[in-house]
């Protein structure tokens, strides 16, 4: 396996994935989304937009960059071993990355919902 192949494979099976998760995050997401901003789904689509476009830049953006990292390849089994090390490396970022969209969403999400606090009843 030459690395031409290697870096083909890379870049197919990450860029997959890469749209695979977007699909999901997007599906998934938008139920949350829509509950956040009331009544208001364009809005929510919106968001959802923009959140998906700056996945995809980033990830993207990472896998084009880690392309030229990593060993050589020089027999089938080298080639695998970078293969899988690459690959995993990219669906670690993309799991950090989830977690960290939807903490942040959680964040929003809580001070959004929490109610402002109330005066005690002896100030009204």
Same mark, same amino acid.
């Given at each position: 396996?030459?690395? /031409?192949?290697?870096?083909?494979? @890379?870049?197919?099976?990450?860029v997959g994935v ?8 997007? +599906?998934? &997401?938008?139920? @949350?989304? $829509?509950?956040?901003?009331?009544? +208001?789904?364009? /809005? ?9 476009? &700056? ?13 030229? @990292? &990593?060993? /050589?390849?020089?027999?089938?089994? $080298?080639?695998?071993?970078?293969? $899988?090390? +690459?690959? &995993? ?17 959680? +964040? ?17």
């Amino acid at each position: 396996m030459s690395m /031409v192949t290697t870096h083909i494979s @890379y870049l197919v099976i990450s860029v997959g994935v890469t749209i695979w998760v977007a699909r999901t995050l997007r +599906k998934h &997401g938008m139920i @949350y989304l $829509s509950d956040k901003t009331d009544s +208001k789904p364009e /809005v929510a689509e919106s968001f959802s937009n923009l959140l998906i476009v &700056g996945f995809y830049l980033i990830n993207l953006g990472f896998e084009s960059l880690a392309l030229k @990292y &990593g060993g /050589v390849a020089t027999d089938t089994v $080298s080639a695998i071993e970078l293969l $899988s090390t +690459k690959i &995993g490396f990219v669906l670690l970022c993309l799991g950090a990355m989830h977690f960290i969209t939807v903490a942040v969403l959680t +964040k929003s999400r809580r001070t959004a919902v929490t109610p402002p606090p109330t005066a005690p009843a002896y100030l009204r």
